[in-house]
Structures are given as C-alpha cells and as structure tokens.
C-alpha cells in the first residue's frame, strides 16, 4: 500500500472533515510515557479541509512517531493545528477558504542542513544503526501533495525540529458532512 501512495496509483476519498477532530480522536497520548510529554494546542475556530481521512490518519500517526524518536529518553513533542483563513498555502493572500497548518514539533537535538536535504528520500533514516528505514517522510509527501497541500520540515542542531503540513481549508464542516472524521496532505 505504502509504494502506492508514493506511486499516486492509491484511491483517495477525500471528505469534509475537521482536522481537530481527526487529530484528537488518535489519542496519540497513549504513544509517550516516561520522560516525554505529548502536548496539543488547537485552534478555537474549526479546521476544515478535504482529504482522504484514513490516509492523513497515516501522516499523523508518522509525524508523531518520527517526532517521539528524535527525543531519545526524555522532551516534549507538541501538535497545533491552526486556521489561517487570510493566508494560501504559499504564503500570498488566500483566495478562498484560507489554509489549515498542522505541525508536529519535537524539542530534540535537530538537524543540520545535509540531513535535511534528504528527508523526504525514501528509505532514509537518521538512525545510522535503525533496522527500520521506511517510506515514512516519502509517503507523507506524497498523500499532502494529492490533497492540494505541502509538507515542509524545519529544523537546525539544537533545536528540535517542526514538520508543517498545509493545507487548503474548506467551507465549514457540517455534521452531515462529517464533523469528527479522517485527513491527508502534500510538499513544497
């Protein structure tokens, strides 16, 4: 399933959903214990967007863990979901709805500029020793970009890191239309 999403031969179904919703009802929480704290920080406002829910539950699920491995022992990863209603995708002035930003961010120890230019490579991990290289970044880039968005990674040593996913809001979910639901996502 994973090569296919890559290879866009995968069937989106995309719906009207509110990403709060989709987010919160992962209970991402039970993934952390000890040392490491999971936070959330929502918009007041909904979030609405149009995607395929079960693929962007994909994305999440692999932000999040991609964030909890870069802590180590102890730190804290945070998920925002934010609606910007005046702002596109691409930073210009909206034309419709505005964008939705989902960011996970992780207070681990970050990274340089040539790790970095390879993230998105598939089978590219930042574990020298990791037995468990994947598609994960790879994937989620290509399920953000087949929902009209994009993913973009921020990060500097010392810093943590940030993963943005934007994308494009949608007119307000109604509950006939889904209300708590699913999501996906895409690159710059």
Do not use: Y
């Not at 890559?6 to 009802?25: F, H, K, M, N, W």
């Not at 994947?134 to 921020?154: E, H, M, N, P, Y």
Request: aromatic residues 4%; contains cysteine; charged residues 20%.
């Amino acid at each position: 399933m994973r090569l296919l999403s890559i290879s866009g031969c995968r069937t989106c179904e995309p719906q009207l959903i509110d990403l709060r919703d989709l987010v919160a009802g992962m209970e991402l929480g039970h993934l952390f214990s000890g040392d490491v704290a999971f936070c959330t920080d929502f918009a007041a406002e909904a979030c609405p967007v149009r995607v395929d829910p079960a693929r962007l539950q994909e994305v999440v699920l692999a932000l999040v863990l991609n964030a909890r491995e870069a802590l180590g022992a102890r730190g804290t990863v945070l998920v925002r979901i934010d609606h910007l209603p005046g702002e596109a995708i691409d930073g210009s002035p909206a034309e419709g709805e505005g964008r939705v930003d989902l960011d996970v961010s992780d207070s681990g120890r970050g990274m340089d500029r040539a790790t970095l230019s390879k993230v998105f490579q598939p089978f590219f991990s930042t574990h020298a020793s990791s037995n468990e290289r994947g598609l994960g970044l790879s994937v989620a880039c290509g399920t953000v970009r087949q929902s009209g968005g994009t993913i973009k990674v921020f990060s500097a040593l010392g810093s943590g890191t940030t993963v943005r996913v934007s994308l494009p809001a949608s007119a307000s979910v109604s509950v006939s239309e889904g209300g708590r639901g699913w999501a996906a996502l895409r690159d710059a």
